[in-house]
């Protein structure tokens, strides 16, 4: 009998490549799409739009791609070079105990990693409930009147209230105290900001302060070293002698015990969270707060989210002070911060809520016992203790065998802190237990018999001063006493990821923020212990495995952007914006030109841009954009020329944020070098160039990318984020460094970002997307993406004005970048129905809106990503096409101006089940505009929120359960 042959084995092996699940069309839809746009092949269509003057000259050179299976083999013998030791390091990370209902239901679900930022309220309500459990959580521990959600880690947070207090304080001094127990890395990040601005950082021991003038003081409490000092009586001295602001850096798992900093007269209170549920992952992501006293909640930086009210005068929770937000401040912003740490925030905040205040007490109890305990077994054999309070952490005098100490420490899998020459630190944690403690004693005992623990069974006293012990609630909300059995957090958590619309439902199209698929595989080596386990200030050589991780990663994005270094240190875009732009002032100085502090931005930046500038020290002057959305080369000139003595920098984005490919970006880099000028290319759009045009080939000196955004770290409902900085050769040497663990350079500017790795042990998400996509994979994403922004905006060319284009011929919608701007404000004009409604009316679609006033009010930019199938792409456009008939039918007068499914959207299940209907269209049409939504549909829980009765009306923590009930 005859055998049929089996297919090749290359055929076979083939199709297991990942490119095919991350790019959504097949070949069938892309012959569809393209016949929908009228070009001939998806390369005849990238070349009409991609401007031949920037193609890359060569290809990526990178590993060829592999399977899935075959990239997790492959990463884990990457991590196994780590090697994850019992940390006692502390130095603001601990080890902590992740709840196994919090780590499979948050940090491993794709409902709250893939949700965006919650700027459309009413389909964020679960994670902003979850984000207002964590600023009350902040504002019980810490005693303050407001706190925000979140900081992206204790060094930058106490260096953003460094210049929160410089804003709101009264003492003109320019000068800021620092006490010398504050952490070093702390110290680190606050010396590279304070540089630019002009304020002079002193590190004393306390009385210094009180007789000197300063603008604030920042203290750690407890110290590095373990004291935990009563600040009352100092804080009244200092603010009687400097009128100065006080900020305490504080642990919140010591602030269980210890008085709270607004009770010791703190004025700001700063710190990280992440002993709250986050392991240790290298240094990050972890979420950092910042709380403050109510006097400067309008000043406060980063997000807040805040209680409102629906349209039916429910409760609601949306983004509060949103006119702060950097895309509205711009060159008078404050701040920087865009991207956060939602996700850790998130953690952090459930951790509390499955504890509760008796839990959390409990915990702390049992560290303070337990480094009561260490204390006394370590004098009886023979060692002095510094500090002489401690709530978890002990600086032991080593009698002249430091070395030894640290040396018998780690052969024994446990690391010390290298507290001084002669003393090492112990940090415990909620992890620590009796054989750990017996473990620790071993390696100071020498020989000796171990102490008994006989004192701790009876109860052992407390190294926590009388003075200092706290006596105020906390926590008393009954979302921290609720679900506390595992039944009932998990279906809390549940109920919550149920109100949100993430990823995991359906396409989120929000331009400029590239809301790709965020595979599995590549997020399961996030939680790998050999990842998730180390200090970031462990040994050098005990982080191998990320110090490969780091050059590989590093190495391939080099490839897909041209540039010669990067750093992967900044936690996010803002952070690489700032880091970069601290490189070239740092490059002008060591020429002798420390003037040059012109940065030229376009109008159509986003707001981090400007933002970032002025952190830095420069000044900022906006350039033109002209009709078509290109940088308006005249103006740019005559800038340029008025400002050439002082030219520091431009920043533009490419393709811009109006989604074009400026056919000039080569000659506008040109002039500004002209001019003595260095040229950052925002790195957030690189969606549309990897592996076809490389901005360290067309010009850029420096570029940050968004690993969230075009290398598939999910958003996590606004972070975490990485934003590596990207620099051309010249530059290489003034990337961050991070002196306080070890990584020196002389010409550096300094840390940007508390761990040397930033947000390290998300990094292997951007390591398998690499690696599992190879140079071909990553080249066909992009063109994949731009495919896909054609075809929607082709299907809705001849609904909606397509706001810029490139006007190429035979190309329906005119041709775009990788996202498209459709122009709602003619339609408003005629109809009163505008942008606005469209996004929410998107909602009862079942739908995220797009990007929504940005870059250009009125209109909604969507991005629909590779990752879209044609069918997903579809509904949406159905769904857009079904809204514009909608608003045909109010300008044809069928609905009124003020009543009509648009200004009335979203509608809830409730207001549809009401007896008294009393509108213009009916039910049906409200809730089932088209006839899938029947069988599948998603119930947003509140109408339209009313932002401007949140802002006056200022709440930001729990509202009281009656308001639910
Ligand atoms: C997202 C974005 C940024 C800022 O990045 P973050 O990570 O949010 O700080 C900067 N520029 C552009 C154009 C962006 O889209």
């Given at each position: ?356 205040p008796q839990g959390l007490k409990r915990i702390a109890l049992r560290v303070a016992s337990f480094t009561a305990l260490l204390a006394q077994g370590l004098k009886a054999l023979g060692y002095g203790i510094v500090n002489t309070s401690a709530f978890d952490t002990l600086q032991v005098q080593t009698e002249g065998k430091t070395a030894a100490i640290h040396a018998k420490a780690i052969a024994a899998g446990l690391n010390l802190r290298h507290a001084s020459a002669t003393t090492v630190g112990i940090s415990l944690d909620e992890t620590t237990t009796r054989e750990h403690l017996q473990a620790l004693l071993t390696v100071f005992a020498d020989g000796q018999a171990l102490p008994a623990f006989d004192a701790a069974e009876k109860g052992i006293a407390t ?503």
């Amino acid at each position: 009998m005859l055998m049929s042959a089996l297919p090749t084995l290359a055929s076979l092996e083939n199709s297991t490549e990942f490119h095919a699940r991350h790019i959504g069309p097949d070949a069938a839809d892309e012959a569809g799409m393209l016949s929908v746009i009228g070009a001939a092949s998806r390369r005849a269509l990238i070349d009409a739009i991609v401007p031949g003057s920037i193609k890359r000259a060569a290809g990526m050179n990178l590993p060829a791609a592999l399977t899935e299976a075959q990239a997790l083999a492959e990463l884990k013998t990457v991590a196994a070079q780590n090697q994850v030791l019992k940390s006692y390091i502390g130095q603001g990370y601990y080890d902590t105990l992740t709840p196994g209902v919090i780590l499979r239901n948050i940090l491993e679900n794709p409902a709250w990693y893939t949700a965006y930022t919650p700027y459309q309220a009413e389909i964020s309500q679960g994670r902003m409930e979850a984000l207002v459990n964590f600023q009350t959580m902040v504002t019980d521990l810490t005693g303050m009147a407001i706190a925000n959600a979140s900081m992206l880690d204790e060094a930058t947070a106490a260096a953003e209230a460094m210049t929160l207090a410089a804003r709101v304080g009264k003492s003109k001094s320019q000068v800021f105290y620092v006490a010398d127990d504050v952490l070093p890395q702390t110290l680190e990040v606050i010396r590279t900001r304070a540089n630019p601005l002009g304020f002079e950082v002193r590190v004393c021991n306390g009385d210094e302060a009180l007789n000197n003038d300063s603008f604030a003081v920042l203290l750690q409490y407890p110290g590095v070293n373990g004291e935990v000092r009563d600040y009352a009586e100092w804080i009244a001295k200092y603010k009687a002698r400097s009128n100065g602001v006080v900020i305490m850096a504080a642990d919140l798992l010591a602030l269980t015990l210890i008085k709270a900093p607004a009770e010791l007269g703190a004025d700001i209170a700063i710190g990280t969270t992440q002993r709250f549920g986050m392991p240790l992952c290298n240094g990050g992501p972890h979420a950092a707060y910042m709380a403050c006293k109510d006097e400067y909640k309008r000043n406060l930086p980063g997000r807040l989210v805040g209680v409102s009210v629906d349209v039916h005068g429910n409760p609601a929770y949306r983004l509060a002070l949103q006119t702060r937000e950097q895309h509205i401040r711009r060159e008078k912003a404050t701040s920087n911060i865009c991207t956060a740490q939602v996700l850790p925030a998130v953690v952090a905040s459930m951790y509390a809520v499955y504890h509760g205040p008796q839990g959390l007490k409990r915990i702390a109890l049992r560290v303070a016992s337990f480094t009561a305990l260490l204390a006394q077994g370590l004098k009886a054999l023979g060692y002095g203790i510094v500090n002489t309070s401690a709530f978890d952490t002990l600086q032991v005098q080593t009698e002249g065998k430091t070395a030894a100490i640290h040396a018998k420490a780690i052969a024994a899998g446990l690391n010390l802190r290298h507290a001084s020459a002669t003393t090492v630190g112990i940090s415990l944690d909620e992890t620590t237990t009796r054989e750990h403690l017996q473990a620790l004693l071993t390696v100071f005992a020498d020989g000796q018999a171990l102490p008994a623990f006989d004192a701790a069974e009876k109860g052992i006293a407390t190294l926590i001063p009388a003075a200092v012990q706290r006596t105020s609630a906390y926590l008393t909300h009954p979302v921290f006493n609720r679900y506390h059995s595992e039944t009932e957090m998990l279906r809390y958590l549940r109920a919550l990821a149920d109100k949100d619309l993430a990823l995991d439902r359906s396409m989120i199209p929000l331009g400029s923020c590239t809301m790709k698929l965020n595979a599995t595989s590549e997020m399961i080596p996030i939680t790998w212990p050999e990842f998730a386990g180390v200090h970031p200030f462990a040994p050098r050589d005990q982080l191998k495995g990320y110090a490969l991780l780091n050059e590989q990663l590093t190495a391939w994005l080099c490839q897909a952007t041209g540039y010669a270094g990067i750093s992967l240190q900044p936690n996010a875009g803002s952070q690489g914006e700032y880091a970069g732009l601290l490189a070239i002032k740092a490059w002008h100085e060591s020429r002798g030109e420390g003037h040059r502090k012109i940065c030229l931005i376009p109008e159509s930046a986003h707001g981090t841009n400007p933002a970032s500038a002025q952190m830095v020290g420069m000044s900022v002057v906006v350039t033109k954009c002209d009709k078509e959305g290109n940088i308006d080369l005249g103006d740019l000139k005559a800038k340029c020329e008025q400002h050439s003595a002082n030219l520091a920098a431009i920043m533009i984005t490419y393709p811009s944020t109006y989604g074009v490919f400026d056919t000039q970006v080569k000659e506008i880099c040109a002039l500004v070098k002209s001019h003595g000028g260095r040229v950052y290319v925002d790195g957030a759009n690189m969606n549309a160039l990897v592996g076809v045009a490389a901005p360290g080939e067309f010009g850029g000196d420096v570029s940050h990318l968004n690993l969230h955004k075009t290398f598939c770290i999910p958003h996590g409902g606004g972070g975490p984020g990485v934003g590596p900085v990207c620099v051309v050769a010249d530059l290489v040497p003034y990337l961050p460094a991070h002196r306080s663990a070890g990584y020196e350079s002389e010409t550096a500017i300094g840390a940007v970002s508390a761990a040397p790795l930033g947000n390290a042990a998300v990094l292997p998400i951007s390591w398998m997307y690499v690696r599992m996509m190879g140079a071909d994979g990553l080249t066909a994403a992009t063109e994949t993406a731009i495919l896909s922004a054609n075809y929607v905006a082709a299907r809705l060319a001849d609904a909606y004005d397509i706001h810029f284009s490139g006007n190429i011929a035979g190309v329906k919608g005119g041709g775009v970048a990788h996202e498209c701007i459709l122009d709602i404000r003619p339609l408003k004009d005629a109809t009163g129905v505008g942008a606005e409604d469209v996004a929410k009316r998107l909602i009862d679609y079942g739908f995220h809106a797009p990007t929504l006033s940005f870059p250009v009010a009125g209109t909604l930019m969507v991005e629909p990503t590779e990752s879209e199938s044609k069918h997903e792409l579809d509904r949406f456009c159905d769904a857009m096409l079904a809204i514009r008939a909608e608003i045909a039918q109010v300008a044809a007068g069928t609905w009124t101006a003020t009543d009509n499914p648009l200004v009335n959207a979203p509608h809830t299940a409730e207001s549809l089940l009401k007896a008294d209907w009393a509108h213009a269209y009916s039910r049906e049409v409200a809730a089932y505009p088209v006839a899938s939504l029947r069988r599948q549909k998603y119930w947003v829980p509140v109408g339209r929120v009313d932002n401007v009765w949140g802002d006056r009306n200022l709440s930001c923590s729990c509202p009281p359960m009656s308001d639910y009930e």
